[in-house]
């Protein structure tokens, strides 16, 4: 299981927010949330991971602390590393183990969001 040790990294979790431009026209940005601390876990193996890595997308598991904040990420949001910019759009969100202290989030990077 994840320890305090290992959330190494700082991402931030961003909301997508609809807009409408002056034409009626809907546009979306996303509005930067929070910041936390994370563990960012590459993943490996397996007969899809090796397809999706021949595709140029490359799924990795966040782990965050469960909080008040935590809790309302949804997977229309993005997580992003904030030391090297790299985006990663979310495909899932779990308790691992339901004792509410961790969120494994999948996520995939070189896909559109």
Known sequence: MTTAAELRHRVAFDKRQDITDEYGNWQYNFVEQFVIAAKIQARFGGEIILAERLTGRQP??????????????????????????????????????????????????????
Do not use: M
């Open 60 to 113: 990795v598991t966040i782990v965050v602390r469960q909080s008040d904040q935590t809790r309302t990420i949804a997977v229309d949001w993005r997580v992003r590393d904030v030391r090297y910019g790299v985006e990663y759009a979310i495909r899932s969100i779990v308790d691992p183990d339901d004792k509410r202290q961790w969120l494994e989030i999948l996520t995939e990077t070189g896909v559109a969001q």
